[in-house]
């Protein structure tokens, strides 16, 4: 089993639909989670990060952590075009003096207009 | 502009020849890191380092070297590439509050996209 399991998908959806992005992950260890956001051609950016279960919401976005069930989620609410991207989720963990982060495949996902 | 800025963008080069990735950040962080990206395999890190002179290897590092001798530079190193480390590499910077906890990974460079022949 994979450590981060991510749907490719790609997703379609129209302008002002609520979007639901998924991870789960088998190491329990995990102690922090985060979502970032890819456009083409350019290097990931930090939307979200969360440390504990439950939802931590920003603006449109809200993370959600389910620790007992292994699985986190992303939900953009009232999507946008603009917020065509691919979208990866990763969970890092702190121990023994080093840190493991390991990333989801990503999700890539079109909004349209 | 706070930035992580990688050198070159693109690079094509032939198995064997040493190459560097330069990457340099000037917000300074203290921990940087090296990813490669590729097709259905995601992104994976390569090497991190939690401050000057501090080092350590992430989940692919066989291949690659890295040093740290200030804090804002962080270059990635092939002493000898071959085909299978074509790939799109990322470096990235983020200021560590608390080991395990604060902004990790906070800010990627725009990627060096690798061709080795």
């Known amino acids: 089993q994979k450590e981060v399991e991510q749907d490719p998908g790609p997703l379609s959806v129209p302008e002002g639909a609520i979007v639901s992005l998924n991870c789960t992950y088998s190491?329990?260890?995990?102690?922090?989670f985060m979502w970032y956001r890819q456009y083409s051609r350019k290097g990931p950016e930090l939307l979200m990060y969360t440390y504990s279960s439950g939802n931590k919401e920003d603006g449109r976005f809200t993370a959600q952590v389910d620790k007992s069930s292994k699985y986190i989620s992303l939900f953009i609410r009232d999507s946008q075009p603009s917020d065509s991207a691919t979208y990866l989720c990763?969970?890092?963990?702190?121990?023994?003096?080093?840190?493991?982060?390991?990333f989801g495949k990503g999700t890539k996902l079109t909004v349209n207009p | 502009e706070a930035q992580v800025t990688q050198n070159p963008r693109y690079l094509i080069t032939v198995t064997g020849k040493k190459l560097t990735v330069t990457c340099s950040q000037n917000?300074?962080?203290?921990?940087m890191s090296w990813y490669r990206q590729d097709p259905g395999l995601g992104l994976r890190q390569i090497y991190y380092?939690?401050?000057?002179?501090?080092?350590d290897k992430g989940d692919v590092p066989e291949g690659y070297k890295v040093s740290r001798k200030e804090k804002r530079n962080f270059p990635l190193i092939l002493e000898s590439p071959s085909p299978n480390q074509t790939s799109l590499y990322f470096c990235?910077?983020?200021?560590?509050?608390?080991?395990?906890?604060?902004?990790?990974?906070?800010?990627f460079g725009q990627g060096t996209r690798l061709t080795v022949v």
């Open positions: 917000m300074n962080h203290e921990y």
């Open positions: 380092s939690m401050n000057v002179e501090v080092t």
């Open positions: 190491n329990s260890a995990f102690q922090y």
């Open positions: 990763a969970m890092g963990l702190f121990q023994g003096g080093s840190e493991k982060l390991v």
């Open positions: 990235a910077s983020s200021l560590r509050k608390r080991r395990g906890r604060g902004d990790t990974e906070a800010f």
